[in-house]
């Protein structure tokens, strides 16, 4: 069974580039009928928090990456490691090291100065007819790991193809420091073990590890899992991705008006393609996606790409995707959803015209509160004393319409503008104002249906009003 796994340190929010591989790990499991599983990678106790954690399950719950079984914490598994490093300890396959800091600081100073790789020299792994000197008083020693001396590592990887470690390079990596707290990779090659992960998707900055990963996974008898390592995501420019191009927590995306599918159809495509396909339902990301398409070169992340494809989830995602997202916008923003019109009629009247939700809220405020002056320059243009005649036969009009629908306040408009002799925009244009406060809105007779009688009437008074007092 496949089954992999997204593992984030909880040391700050989810960010865009974290939210990737997890999809990437999702849809990989789900494509293979598999299992999809999360674990918390918090050994870093000074930088760890649970607030962290918290926003790493926000963000996974808010896009739909939910695990197939309870998370994994590390902190949890800490006698599981002991037992491990004990039993490496007895056959030999790691060993206790005394060198000081200060020593091996030397010890680097010495190597780069003969221009050579920096490594650890083997001082106290034990080899035969090898005498070691008598451990120091007081020393807490760290446990580190005989790695092979010969031959090499393959790393058969589902992006970048085979790539070839030559063991003599690679370093006896601690995996237990001084105090007895086990280290980051060899915690991770016991929880894939024990977790049976299949396949390992990360970003290619792990490449590194994964050699010294696979040595470990061989020194303590288990199978290495497949690895797929993710290219990094860069700017538009070309430069390491930064906030200001878009390295954003995930939920900063959702405070931007962003959808969850809509996001994550954006993200699936920075570095995986179908053809030329752009826009993928979920489902289709499930059924499609796999790693002959993956591309080992950086993605680059275009924020207006991104709200491009936001928009096309916004116009035709089902209501009942797009109501509790709206909702949670309109009340961030401080508005009561129940102090207007029903949600659904509404996004169907603006999904259009909005990218993102903030902007359906934004556009959407007059429905649901009273606002407090008018847009100057709409204003100035459409609430002249010209106006007056009109706004007055308006009020005097919609008074009288018995069923406040669509069909019969359009009738009314049309009225006015012949009884005055006027286009259908010289009346519509200052009812645009009156009642929204600005002059953009969708078609007025829907937005008066919206907005209902005791509000429009309300605010065509008033406007009548501020023209007078004008």
Known sequence: MVVTRFAPSPTGYLHIGGART?????LYARR???RFLLRIEDTDRERSTQAAVDAIFEGMAWLGLTSDAEPVYQTARYPRYTELIEQMLANGSAYRCYASREELDTLRAEQQARKEKPRYDGRWRPAPGKSLPEPPPGVAPVIRFANPLDGEVVVKDLIKGDMRFANRELDDLIIARGDGTPT???CVVVDDADMGISHVIRGDDHVNNTPKQMNLFTALGFTPPAYAHVSMILGGDGAKLSKRHGALGVMEY?????LPDGLLNYLVRLGWSHGDQELFTRAEMEALFDFDHVSSSPARFDME????VNHQYLKTAPLAV???EFDWHLRN???DPAAGPALAPVIEAQRERCRTLVEMTEKSAFFYRDFEQYVEKDAAKHLKPEAMPVLQALIEGFSGVGDWSAEPLHAVVQQVGEA???KLGVVAQPIRVACCGMAVSPPIDQTLALLGRERTLARLQRAADWITAQ
Do not use: C, D, Q, T
């Open 420 to 422: 005055l002799g006027v």
């Open 184 to 186: 980051y990779n060899f």
């Open 32 to 34: 293979h009928g598999g």
């Open 254 to 258: 959702r405070a931007m008006g962003f």
């Open 305 to 308: 790409k991104a709200y491009w």
């Open 22 to 26: 997890a999809l990437f790990s999702y």
């Open 333 to 335: 923003a401080g508005i």
């Open 322 to 324: 797009v109501e509790p």
